[in-house]
């Protein structure tokens, strides 16, 4: 489809403010708030900000890389992009909802494109027990710390803690421990997608945890739920040779 009315927006670096002048000079732009489609110019963690700020505009995001792994990202360049726009494939993306407890009595809530992760605080490690569907599945998990991962943040912090790379038509979540000391043998599980995972925080006075859900920590939490925001869709265009269900299979065939 053909989008009118270009915004753009630019992490800080300087390759990325020399792109936006370069592309605000050659191309009509307007204000986010009055755009049918934003290309962002950074890295990764820029277009997780950018999305985030837009979360419940309902626009599409279209990232041009200028950062380092660009996992998110299209390749730059200042040609024809009206025309790429045009092009682009759009991948639909469901945040997690994180509804955190605090030793305080305080909740926080909070969403996450990538992951939601829980990590310990201190010297000590982490005991943890995991529910699924009000079911519990790991009775005590002694550990760093334990995520819920999305399909497209599953390349991110999920896949350096040995968790698997989902594809996003897999319709699932992964559930990945963080240097587990016992038990030893779990290495984690897939779940639907419609699963509700509660993490309870065993003898968090004495072992503290915290709960990060993209930019957002909690810290000193002692329940925390997570799920799938069916009522938040994000959309992400793609050049369409290298859409994103593509890179997460590549992603698994990577040397």
């Not at 009315?5 to 002048?21: C, E, G, V």
């Not at 041009?64 to 360049?77: A, E, K, R």
């Not at 421990?177 to 699963?195: M, Q």
Request: net charge negative; with cysteine.
């Amino acid at each position: 489809m053909p989008y009118r009315k270009i915004a753009f927006a630019a992490d800080n670096s300087d390759a990325a403010q020399a792109a936006l002048r370069q592309l605000e000079a050659q191309y009509k732009h307007v204000p986010a708030d009055q755009a049918d489609v934003v290309v962002a110019l950074g890295g990764d963690g820029f277009m997780l900000r950018t999305l985030h700020r837009h979360m419940h505009q309902n626009v599409p995001i279209y990232g041009m890389n200028q950062g380092t792994v660009g996992f998110l990202m299209n390749g730059y360049s200042a040609d024809e992009l009206p025309q790429r726009l045009e092009g682009a494939t759009m991948a639909v993306l469901h945040p997690l909802r994180m509804r955190a407890l605090q030793e305080s009595g305080a909740e926080q809530e909070a969403l996450a494109i990538n992951e939601v992760s829980l990590l310990r605080q201190s010297r000590q490690v982490a005991k943890i027990r995991i529910s699924v569907d009000g079911r519990v599945r790991v009775p005590e998990l002694s550990c760093d710390g334990v995520l819920v991962a999305t399909p497209a943040g599953s390349t991110a912090y999920n896949l350096s803690a040995h968790g698997p790379i989902l594809p996003l038509s897999a319709g699932v979540l992964a559930l990945t421990p963080i240097s587990a000391f016992r038990p030893r043998r779990w290495r984690g599980a897939l779940l639907p997608r419609e699963a509700k995972v509660r993490f309870e925080v065993l003898d968090h006075y004495k072992r503290p945890v915290s709960a990060v859900a993209d930019l957002t920590e909690v810290r000193d939490v002692v329940d925390v739920e997570i799920e799938e925001a069916r009522d938040v869709s994000l959309r992400i265009l793609f050049d369409s040779e290298q859409n994103l269900e593509e890179r997460l299979l590549n992603e698994q065939f990577m040397p």
